[in-house]
């Protein structure tokens, strides 16, 4: 399986910009950047995914490198509802249901 | 509302007897999986099934079964074979492809 690294723990400031780095290095054609985060004692939430565009939604934004070598998740003004773990993931989209695999993510702190 | 509903949220047993975790998604998803995540962990995978009365084995599966009878349930069992089943238990269902998953809110699993 293809792996991302994702620093183990980050601060921001509330109500400033927050990027989220995540090397994946080995990523191969077919793997989609997936970003899920997790609330304290809550099951994970799926923030966004892409392939190879920039992607926008509602809750953030992604970055993703013209090689596909690293992303970069944005929340564009941090609260402290944002407090939680934050995960990036490969998922491999032409092998069926392959399962995501969860490293230990990026630990996000934000300061009021 | 589409979602997914793990029960009970809080579980207690005795050491030596088995249990079994509810799961349930009315999103008409094709697949789902159980992970089990250890304080201050990431999520490891137990089991996933991408069909009705199909499912795999995981990283972590002894100690641990399922079974797949309909399409929106998902159960897991946890039998005294288990060394440690004390951990947090997290359900997720997803459509094949490069979408994501939709989480439950888990069960908290102790063993006393």
């Known amino acids: 399986d293809a792996k991302t690294t994702q620093p183990n723990s980050m601060e921001s400031n509330e109500e400033e910009p927050v990027h989220l780095p995540c090397n994946h290095s080995?990523?191969?054609?077919?793997?989609?950047i997936h970003w899920y985060r997790q609330l304290p004692s809550q099951g994970p939430e799926y923030v966004i995914h892409?392939?190879?565009s920039n992607v926008n939604n509602r809750m953030a934004s992604l970055a993703i490198a013209e090689d596909r070598k690293s992303s970069t998740l944005i929340l564009h003004r941090a609260t402290l509802r944002d407090a939680a773990v934050y995960y990036c993931?490969?998922?491999?989209?032409?092998?069926?249901?392959?399962?995501?695999?969860f490293g230990k993510g990026t630990r996000l702190s934000v300061i009021a | 509302d589409g979602g997914i509903t793990q029960s009970p949220k809080y579980l207690f047993r005795k050491e030596g007897q088995n249990v079994t975790l509810s799961c349930e998604q009315n999103?008409?998803?094709?697949?789902m999986y159980w992970y089990r995540q250890d304080p201050g962990q990431g999520l490891r995978l137990i089991y996933y099934?991408?069909?009705?009365?199909?499912?795999q084995k995981g990283d972590i599966a002894e100690g641990y079964s399922v079974s797949r009878e309909k399409k929106e349930s998902f159960p897991l069992t946890v039998t005294s074979a288990q060394k440690n089943p004390t951990a947090f238990y997290l359900c997720?269902?997803?459509?094949?492809?490069?979408?994501?998953?939709?989480f439950g809110s888990g069960t908290r699993l102790t063993v006393v």
């Open positions: 997720a269902s997803s459509w094949t492809g490069e979408y994501g998953y939709t």
């Open positions: 080995t990523i191969s054609g077919t793997d989609y």
């Open positions: 892409g392939l190879t």
């Open positions: 993931i490969l998922r491999v989209s032409n092998s069926g249901n392959t399962p995501l695999v």
């Open positions: 999103l008409n998803h094709d697949a």
């Open positions: 099934s991408q069909i009705v009365n199909d499912f």
